[in-house]
């Protein structure tokens, strides 16, 4: 592309902040410490998640099966894998890991209960000593539901048990999944499994997939990274669609807390070579984990050369870790009409008020469920503990969760437990579980009888009622509604009774006309943020003995910029001052002229600062007050300004 440096003119954009907005207050990477004290093991052991920044200080590179190998997936497919990491020198740019997907497990646990490699990818043990032995690292697969997405056996019920296989089996990284019971809500099935994690000893990097439909505040309490969107295709619209999914979270993520837009589409086939470098340029930019997802063994030499540009990797991997941003957008000028941003109907109007959050429902006694706080800030009324079957606020030790009737009360401790204060949780205390009178000796798989009662939370009521149980379909298929969503709770390691209740819509794999649940993602434009009034916001209700008057709000969104206009400017803030700026022609045909002005992305007018082309790999000399490069149809051009 050609590139010139025209003066500032006039124009109406949405600025990029000349300060960044606070990111997660992460502590140092040496030595080790946990945003959530309470919750890890002691600094010196801490592990995995919550969000340790001693296990992710930066975005993940790996290598993923699933994209090109789907079920196809093996032990001797994943040597040969990190044969070929070392080989192309791929290790030597950060590529440090090699991930099997799904299908790597069997259906069915063994007798013991754990979990079961297939018969055809091999020993997991051998694997994962093989791919230490060469420097990398082992990631592996699982998902929060009965099933994985491929009807392999899940961990939801099994987060301790599994969690210690993978600390003995030396994995480093687990994806975890969402299917089956995918509406319980997230926060809580999640947290099972970041405690579980955590209580191994072992440091094991969380990535897990929400399936969030609105950015909102606590991802970044549960896991290292997560995912912003649906599951990603070879198709640039698709690439196009979680990229704006992802813009929505740049004021969320930060330092050991990324934001996963799905695996690289690089070597692929379905992206042209341009396209190819306008994904990878922009998981960059927006800090994703750079995750390979093409066969590294066949891939086409261009491909490679894209995945191996080591100045975008810097930039992805740049210590300041900020999120970039779509900063202003474009329509393509006619050929009249001269490359002007003053005449151009350019969208630069701020998101309108999140809502208020939900409010806090009483039940009697004074006790509450309110919306979970988070991190450092839970306060005193949301701890609880369970011992000899009593549910006991830590913080007022003499109050009890007591049956009144059909209904729950807090009450004065009673010594033997008796008075409506036994209960039990159905699927022990260290998962997502029913909670029920304990004299009942349920069980969840038996058929629901009128005088088995569940503790239910229904986003009004905090009640006892008919034990609920799944279709059977809902243990291998992600369900649009869930039956169990109002009866799971799970008590996590900082002692949080959490509601699986949830007030925001998950997506099901499959719509009731049998059409692809994931198309609920391919619509931005609605799913922009929690303020959007056609969405709904996830917010995890807990048991709380005094009303939370200062509840976590929704993140702030970044200001809008329409995501139909075709030419795009994306911009973040790296170390030392500098900016990194993506030129972006979304177009389908015409080579046009992309400009960012100084002011949209953050620095002072007249300033002079160096030019690097990241792609082409030189230095471009001084630009003042804008930079302007002609673009050819789905490529880009990114550039490094350094203030001089």
């Known amino acids: 592309f050609e590139l010139s440096f025209p003066a500032a003119l006039p124009h109406s954009l949405s600025p990029l902040p000349s300060s960044l907005p606070p990111c997660p207050s992460l502590p140092p990477s040496s030595p080790p410490a946990c945003l959530l004290p309470a919750s890890c093991l002691p600094p010196a052991s801490c592990v995995s998640s919550l969000a340790c920044s001693y296990h992710s200080p930066d975005p993940i590179l790996q290598r993923d099966s699933w994209n090109h190998f789907h079920c196809g997936v093996t032990g001797p497919l994943l040597k040969n894998t990190a044969d070929a990491i070392i080989a192309h020198r791929l290790d030597k740019l950060g590529y440090n890991m090699v991930a099997t997907d799904d299908c790597w497990l069997q259906k069915q646990r063994n007798a013991t209960g754990h979990l079961q490699p297939a018969i055809t990818f091999g020993d997991v043990n051998q694997l994962s000593a093989y791919l230490h032995s060469k420097g990398l690292k ?5 998902a929060a539901g009965l099933t994985t997405c491929a009807s392999r056996a899940g961990s939801l019920y099994h987060e301790p048990i599994d969690a210690k296989t993978y600390a003995a089996w030396g994995v480093d990284y687990l994806k975890y999944d969402d299917c089956g019971e995918v509406n319980l809500n997230s926060y809580a099935k999640f947290s099972a499994m970041r405690d579980a994690l955590n209580a191994t000893g072992r440091p094991i990097v969380l990535s897990y997939e929400p399936h969030l439909m609105v950015p909102v505040s606590w991802p970044v309490e549960v896991g290292n990274l997560w995912r912003t969107g649906g599951d990603i295709g070879a198709s640039y619209s698709r690439m196009l669609n979680e990229i704006e999914l992802a813009n929505g979270w740049a004021t969320v993520t930060g330092p050991g807390a990324w934001g996963d837009c799905d695996m690289l589409e690089v070597g692929n086939k379905g992206l042209s070579i341009a396209e190819q470098r306008t994904h990878f340029a922009l998981w960059c930019l927006i800090k994703s ?28 991997q740049d210590p300041l870790g900020a999120q970039a941003r779509k900063v202003a957008a474009y ?9 002007h941003p003053a005449s151009f109907a350019v969208s630069s109007a701020s998101a309108p008020p999140p809502p208020p959050p939900p409010t806090p429902v009483p039940f ?41 009737g059909e209904g729950v009360s807090l009450a004065p401790c009673k010594a033997d437990g008796s008075a409506g204060q036994d209960w039990l949780f159905y699927n022990g205390p ?20 009128g005088n088995k009662q569940c503790l239910n939370f229904n986003g009004t009521a905090l009640t006892l009622g008919p034990c609920q149980m799944e279709p059977t379909k809902c243990y291998s298929t992600r369900c649009a509604t869930s039956l169990l969503v109002e009866q799971m709770w799970y008590l996590s390691s900082q002692g949080q009774l959490i509601s699986s209740y949830t007030n925001a819509y998950v997506p099901p794999l499959l719509e009731a006309d049998g059409s692809d ?18 969405s709904l916001i996830n917010v995890p209700f807990c048991l709380a003995t005094e009303n939370n008057p200062h509840p976590p709000q929704p ?23 500098t900016v990194a700026v993506a030129l972006l022609n979304t177009d389908d045909t015409h080579v046009t002229n992309v400009t960012a002005h100084w002011d949209t992305l953050g620095l002072p007018a007249g300033k002079t600062v160096h030019v690097r082309d990241t792609i082409n790999h030189k230095d471009l000399g001084a630009a003042v007050d804008s930079i302007t490069a002609t673009i050819q149809p789905h490529d880009v051009a990114v550039f490094k300004l350094t203030p001089v």
């Open 138 to 142: 082992f990631g592996i697969y699982g």
């Open 289 to 316: 984990p750079l995750i390979i997802g093409a066969d590294l063994t066949t891939i086409d030499p261009s491909s490679l050369a894209i995945l191996s540009n080591a100045e975008l990797i810097a930039i992805n």
């Open 331 to 339: 329509p393509v000028p006619s050929s009249a009409q001269p490359h």
């Open 364 to 404: 009697a006694g004074g006790g509450y469920v309110t919306p979970c706080q988070y991190g450092k800030a839970i306060t005193k009324g949301q701890r609880w503990s369970f011992k000899n079957n009593q549910i006991t606020s830590t913080d007022q030790g003499d109050k009890c969760l007591t049956r009144v």
């Open 430 to 449: 260290d998962t997502v579980s029913q909670i029920g009178p304990a004299e009942e000796q349920l069980h969840r798989r038996q058929p629901t009888a």
């Open 517 to 534: 649940g994931n198309a609920a993602f391919q619509n931005p434009p609605a799913l922009r943020h929690a303020s959007d009034p056609a």
């Open 555 to 577: 993140p702030t969104p970044p200001p809008s910029v329409d995501p139909s206009l075709p030419l795009h400017v994306w911009a973040g803030p790296l170390a030392n001052g």
